[in-house]
C-alpha cells in the first residue's frame, strides 16, 4: 500500500509541474539563503578571532592591573614590564609567541594643520614571529628599531597625500601628562586587512614609541598567541598564577573577555539559527499554500479515493508524501547552488571596502565565506522536515473531507 501511495504521489507531483516547481523553488532559495547565511557568519567569526589575534588583543593579554578602570582617561603611564613578561611567559607551555604593543592617540602636523591618528609601537622583530607583518608590506619596508620611521595604513597615507619617504611630525600625551613631538620618515605603507587599522593607524619601533611616551621598559599590553591545542582559558589560569607566585600584579585576560562585538557575533550565531527556521517556515508556507490549492482542485480525485476506500490516513500520507518529494528536490538544489556559491565567494571573497569605511570593527574589509559541510547536510534535512510536518495542515484537511461532500464537484 505505501509503495502504491508513493507512485500517485509522484503521479500527483508530474500532473502540475508548475505548481510542483513553485513549491520546491520557495524551499531551494530558503535552504540555499540559510547555506549562505552561516557559510558568511562562520567566515565572520574566524576573520574576527584571526584579527583580534593578530592586531587587537590575541589569544591571551596581560595589561597593567589598573589599566581597564582609567582606559577612558588614555592612562598612557599605566604599562605592563616587557621582562617581567619575558620571564613569566617563559615558563609557560601553551605560549606559541608574544608580542609587546603600545596604542596611543596623536595629532599629525603636516602643512600647518592637525589630523588625528593613532599610533602604534611594536617591537618589528617580534612580529615576525607573530604576525607576519611583511605580507600586508604593500610599498616600502618595515620600519627599524631605533629609527625614527613609521609603516602607515595606505588609506590614512592616501587621505593624507602622504608618499615613502615624507616626514611626519606627530604629537601626544606622555606618561607625564605633558606634550612631546618626534618627527617619523615614511619607511613603508601597509595594506591592513581591517578596514578602521588602514584608514587610522601607523605604526613605530616600540623603542623610540617608548622614547616619545616616556615609557622605558614597558608597553600598554602583551598580546600572546597560544600553541596549537592549548586553552586560552588555561593558558590565562596559569600565567596569572606564575604572576601571583612573583608578586608581578597584572591583568590577564581572554580574547572573548576583551571583545564585545566577539561575544556578540557569538550570539548572533544562535539567533541566526533561529532564523533559520522563520526562513523555512516562509518557504513552507508555498507548499501549504499550493496543496491547499491542490486539494480543492482535486476534490472529486479525494471523493473518489475515499469512496474506494483510502481513509484518513492514508490520504495524510499521500499529500505529506508529496511534499517529502518536493521538498527533498527543492532542498538539495538549493543546497548545491547554496554550497557552490560559498566555494566560489570563498576563493575570490565578498568585498565590504566602501562599506565598512568609517567603521571600528575587527572585521576585514573583504570576507570569505567558510562552508560547514556539517551544516550543510544538517541544512538539507532540516528543511526537508520542516517542509513536510508544513503539509499537515492541509493534509489533515483533506482527510476530513466526506466521500459524499466532495462527489458533489463531480
Request: charged share 20%; net charge neutral.
Amino acid at each position: 500500500m505505501t509503495y502504491r501511495i508513493a507512485q500517485t504521489a509522484f503521479k500527483n507531483i508530474s500532473r502540475n509541474k508548475r505548481r510542483s516547481i513553485l513549491s520546491g523553488a520557495a524551499i531551494a532559495v530558503a535552504s540555499m539563503s540559510i547555506v549562505m547565511l552561516f557559510a558568511i557568519i562562520g567566515g565572520m567569526s574566524k576573520d574576527m578571532e584571526a584579527n583580534l589575534r593578530n592586531y587587537y588583543t590575541g589569544d591571551v593579554n596581560i595589561r597593567n592591573v589598573d589599566y581597564e578602570e582609567y582606559e577612558r582617561f588614555n592612562p598612557v603611564h599605566l604599562t605592563f614590564n616587557i621582562d617581567d613578561a619575558e620571564n613569566v611567559l617563559a615558563k609557560i607551555e601553551g605560549v606559541d609567541s608574544w608580542v609587546p604593543r603600545t596604542t596611543f592617540p596623536t595629532n599629525m602636523y603636516i602643512g600647518g594643520s592637525n589630523y588625528g591618528a593613532l599610533g602604534v609601537g611594536v617591537d618589528f622583530s617580534r612580529e615576525a614571529e607573530y604576525a607576519d607583518l611583511e605580507s600586508i608590506v604593500k610599498d616600502g619596508r618595515l620600519p627599524e628599531a631605533g629609527k625614527n620611521e613609521m609603516f602607515i595604513g595606505a588609506v590614512l597615507a592616501n587621505n593624507l597625500h602622504l608618499k615613502l619617504g615624507d616626514k611626519v611630525t606627530i604629537m601626544s600625551m606622555t606618561a607625564s601628562r605633558g606634550t612631546n613631538a618626534i618627527t617619523l620618515k615614511i619607511a613603508g605603507i601597509a595594506a591592513f586587512p581591517v578596514a578602521a587599522l588602514n584608514t587610522s593607524n601607523f605604526w613605530m619601533p616600540l623603542d623610540r614609541a617608548q622614547y616619545f611616551l616616556q615609557t622605558p621598559g614597558g608597553a600598554q599590553q602583551i598580546m600572546i598567541k597560544t600553541a596549537d591545542g592549548a586553552r586560552s582559558d588555561t593558558v590565562a589560569d596559569e600565567i596569572s598564577t606564575v604572576l601571583r607566585e612573583a608578586g608581578i600584579p597584572g591583568d590577564v585576560n581572554r580574547m572573548q573577555d576583551m571583545s564585545l562585538m566577539f561575544g556578540l557575533l557569538r550570539l548572533a550565531d544562535a539567533v541566526y539559527n533561529v532564523i533559520a527556521v522563520f526562513f523555512f517556515l516562509l518557504g513552507s508556507t508555498v507548499i501549504i499554500n499550493t496543496t491547499m490549492m491542490v486539494i480543492f482542485e482535486r476534490m472529486r480525485e479525494i471523493g473518489t479515493l475515499s469512496a474506494l476506500g483510502m481513509h484518513g490516513k492514508e490520504l495524510v500520507r499521500l499529500f505529506m508524501l508529496e511534499g517529502t518529494f518536493i521538498s527533498a528536490v527543492g532542498a538539495g538544489i538549493g543546497v548545491i547552488i547554496g554550497a557552490a556559491a560559498t566555494l566560489y565567494l570563498g576563493r575570490i571573497g565578498i568585498d565590504f571596502t566602501d562599506a565598512m569605511q568609517g567603521m571600528d570593527m575587527e572585521i576585514s574589509s573583504i570576507l570569505y565565506p567558510i562552508l560547514s559541510v556539517p551544516r550543510t547536510i544538517f541544512v538539507y534535512f532540516y528543511s526537508v522536515a520542516i517542509a513536510t510536518l508544513a503539509t499537515l495542515i492541509p493534509s489533515r484537511k483533506a482527510s476530513r473531507i466526506q466521500p459524499v461532500e466532495a462527489l458533489k464537484y463531480i
